[in-house]
Structure formats: structure tokens, C-alpha cells
Antibody, heavy 118, light 107 residues
Framework: EVQLVESGGGLVQPGGSLRLSCAAS????????MNWVRQAPGKGLEWVSY????????YYAASVKGRFTISRDNAKKSLYLQMLSLRVEDTAVYFC???????????WGIGTAVTVSS | DIQMTQSPSSVSASVGDRVTITCRAS??????LAWYQQKPGKAPKFLIY???SLQSGVPSRFSGSGSGTYFTLTISSLQPEDFATYYC?????????FGGGTKVEIK
């Protein structure tokens, strides 16, 4: 079964950091580009970051650029999001999503919740 | 960034009803549009790509149409499991952007 499972979310104070992980199974992880997408409580979906198959092409949303770092380990079939200098407005459920083609996202994880609060 | 605008933001309908949701792009995106379904507390589910192509396993009561800046998602006969929030997403230009969502509620 094709599956993505995120972990690493939690409660953190403003200015703090977290590292999210996304474990892939059921498909050849190294064959796919990946995204992180987030959803603030009661809000819509917001693309956060993209990484290509070998990790040498990376993009970020303006709202997180300079604070978040996406990476991947194809040997471990895992995607990561290092989040620094967290802000209250980063509070959201973070999903990892597989890129089918172009920018379509055909497989999503269950999400991991990040709460930034003092 | 390309802005995606969905309407209505919510719709009340009964089982068996035909429901149509619209999505407008702030600029021409050709047919590079996807639709997703999301139920509370769940991950989005990929329904349609290239404006009208059904993802494998998606029931045929779902259909998409449109090109350029105007798109629609139609559910021909609403089923109990279809009550959810639907999002459009443009895939023409980086970064990918989503509409604000349309919640399909039980009447």
C-alpha cells in the first residue's frame, strides 16, 4: 500500500524549532518529487516547500523562506522539514505529499500538528 | 502567484442532488487544474487532474470541466460519503496555489 506517515509535530514556543519527518512506503521514494503543504486551523491548504528527486532543486513559500529547510534521504525513504524561528502563524497541520506530475499531488500523509504558542 | 477563487464557499444539498462547484484562476492556466476532497481530520484526496481526468478509483459521478480561467467540479448524484470540503489547485505555474475550499454540507 502506498503510504506517507508524518511525525515530529508538537507544541513549541514562538522562536522555537521542530523537525518534521515523513516516512514513505509502498512505492519507490527516489522516483518522486515531494512537497510539504500545511493547513492552519479551520483554513485552507497552503503549499510550503518542494524538493526534487535527488534534492538539488528546492523551493519555499515566501512565508517560510529563510526559516524552514526541506531535505530528503532516499536511502531511508524519508522527507524532512526543519523549522526554525517558529511563529504563531506557523500553527497548522503539516502534510507531506507526493508529486504525481507537474505540480499535482496524488498521495498525502495523515498530517502532523504543529502548535506555536507561549 | 496565481490566485484561485472558489464559489460558493459552502453549499447545502441532499443525497441524490447534483452539485456544481466553480473555481476561477486569476490568469490563464490552460487545463492545469486539480480537485481534491478533504473530510474533517483527514488528508486531502486527489480526485481530478488536468481539469477533467479522473484519478484512478474515483467514482464516475465526479466530473471536472473547464480551461483557461474557469473550471467546475460536478457531483452528478451526491452520496453520503461525498459530504466534505473540496479544493481546486492550479498546476500551471510555480508555486502551486489552492482555492479557499467549498464545503458540501447535508441539507
Amino acid at each position: 500500500e502506498v503510504q506517507l506517515v508524518e511525525s515530529g509535530g508538537g507544541l513549541v514556543q514562538p522562536g522555537g524549532s521542530l523537525r518534521l519527518s515523513c516516512a514513505a512506503s509502498g512505492f519507490t521514494f527516489s522516483d518522486y518529487e515531494m512537497n510539504w503543504v500545511r493547513q492552519a486551523p479551520g483554513k485552507g491548504l497552503e503549499w510550503v516547500s518542494y524538493i526534487n528527486k535527488n534534492g538539488n532543486r528546492i523551493y519555499y513559500a515566501a512565508s517560510v523562506k529563510g526559516r524552514f529547510t526541506i531535505s530528503r534521504d532516499n536511502a531511508k525513504k524519508s522527507l524532512y522539514l526543519q523549522m526554525l524561528s517558529l511563529r504563531v502563524e506557523d500553527t497548522a497541520v503539516y502534510f507531506c505529499a507526493r508529486v504525481q506530475s507537474t505540480y499535482y499531488m496524488d498521495v498525502w500523509g495523515i498530517g502532523t500538528a504543529v502548535t506555536v504558542s507561549s | 502567484d496565481i490566485q484561485m477563487t472558489q464559489s460558493p464557499s459552502s453549499v447545502s444539498a441532499s443525497v441524490g442532488d447534483r452539485v456544481t462547484i466553480t473555481c476561477r484562476a486569476s490568469q490563464d492556466i490552460s487545463y492545469w487544474l486539480a480537485w481534491y476532497q478533504q473530510k474533517p481530520g483527514k488528508a486531502p484526496k486527489f480526485l481530478i487532474y488536468a481539469a477533467s481526468s479522473l484519478q484512478s478509483g474515483v467514482p464516475s459521478r465526479f466530473s471536472g470541466s473547464g480551461s483557461g480561467t474557469y473550471f467546475t467540479l460536478t457531483i452528478s448524484s451526491l452520496q453520503p460519503e461525498d459530504f466534505a470540503t473540496y479544493y481546486c489547485q492550479q498546476a500551471n505555474t510555480f508555486p502551486p496555489t489552492f482555492g479557499g475550499g467549498t464545503k458540501v454540507e447535508i441539507k
